[in-house]
């Protein structure tokens, strides 16, 4: 008998958010899941490591959590998402992962948002460790909650069935992917494309301490810098389509080198 | 009369740094400089940016600061490198930089350490806003420190012209450079070279609080994968020479796009 595929699952919504739950649901019919997530929300995360104290880890009381009825581990973490899967892989799980998965995020993390993603950093992490790695997150608009818009259970099904094709075939070296997905009732299909080109504007909210003191909220206007592009993961959005962007660890710019060759000498 | 380009200078090691007053010093000569850095050391904080609670920036006292002889400004913050970017932008500098250094960081940020630098966290900020963006970083051996090791002065030299040559010409679109520098007596000269394929293991030291509970010290070896190749960034400073990696923003596995459409259909 075939064991079943070790998933592991991540995010950066902490273990209780309904995102991660979804997703360790849409794959236990067919693997061992080990859930090893951030104690607490950790956006805008991305690839950070906790370098200057110590992070801890505790198993989670399986009677009173989300994911009694699976078969697996359940952990919660003091550290980030990237914290998290090297945690899992060196300290928790009982043999390589056959696939890591991050999400389901609040947000999306599409266009130039992939960078400040704890999302994608976990993602990036199993990439980078040769384990097939996929970042799943939902495109809500300001106001919006998860819990209002869960992801329809056909889009579940939707990526319970990439996960087996990918535990099937793998992903080529250095590449993972990046999905996000619209809110919808119903699964339109998925688009494979290229990340937009975006930016972030108007990004701090002055707030005041009650001792005077000025202080800044993060908060930001996003602009799709290529709102005529059809092969963007926006457009895809847009259209009402799941995008998947492969994304690749090797940050090289390889068409620049000549450039920046010609820059130097 | 030409007035004098605008520099953005952070790092992730905090304003008191010696290597972000080195950095400082080699420019200030043809610049005005704006240091806007933490306030304490931010290693490992990749582009993590902060979402859950308000930060703070402060003028620093510059009669007592290291830039006190330096036209510019000078503040600390109780963000990331990302969010140091982000309030200069929008609050702080007075006209949009020419250029945003970050940096020197004490410790390398070649191969895939990239994807966990708050050193280029913030020169991926820069350059996702249209600025020409520079990330340096001093590659040193554990145990080693920067001021035991200091940059030489011809290669802060080198890297002030690099950044006069930038200043004229650019960088090409969504690109930006990630700079490491070797231990030397001596500049030997840059390689523009692709980021080394790495992997990081053996990650965990167990450490237990004094009341007994296990934590784990995040530390690691890190095996550089590809040690016969001579175009990666490793291979440059193995030889003593400086390493430039253009790096883009754009995450897209451009080639791999098929084989993913390949792999869903």
Not at 172 to 190: E, S, T, Y
Not at 202 to 220: D, I, K, M, S, Y
């Amino acid at each position: 008998m075939t064991p079943s595929p070790l998933i592991l699952i991540t995010n950066d919504d902490g273990y209780q958010a309904a995102g991660i739950q979804a997703l360790a649901r849409a794959v236990a019919s067919f693997a061992e899941v080990y859930v090893v997530a951030p104690d607490g929300p950790r956006s805008g995360a991305a690839a950070s490591i906790t370098c200057t104290t110590p992070v801890s880890y505790s198993s989670l009381d399986k009677t009173l959590s989300p994911w009694r009825e699976m078969k697996g581990g359940f952990y919660a973490s003091s550290g980030t998402p990237v914290d998290c899967v090297k945690l899992a892989l060196e300290q928790i799980v009982p043999r390589k992962p056959d696939l890591i998965l991050s999400g389901i995020n609040h947000g999306d993390n599409a266009s130039v948002s992939v960078h400040y993603s704890g999302t994608m950093g976990a993602v990036y992490e199993g990439c980078m460790k040769e384990i097939p790695s996929i970042g799943v997150s939902l495109y809500l608009q300001r106001g919006q909650r998860y819990e209002d818009n869960p992801v329809s259970d056909d889009t579940l099904t939707a990526i319970a069935a990439l996960c087996r094709r990918v535990l099937e075939q793998g992903l080529p070296q250095d590449v993972c992917l990046n999905i996000n997905l619209p809110v919808a009732h119903k699964f339109r299909g998925w688009q494979v494309c290229r990340q937009a080109r975006g930016q972030w504007s108007a990004e701090w909210v002055t707030a005041t301490h009650p001792f005077g003191q000025r202080a800044f909220w993060l908060t930001g206007q996003f602009t799709d810098l290529e709102p005529e592009a059809n092969d963007t993961d926006f457009a895809a959005l847009r259209a009402g389509y799941c995008s998947i962007v492969p994304v690749t660890v090797d940050t090289t710019a390889h068409a620049a080198i000549r450039t920046i060759q010609n820059l130097i000498s």
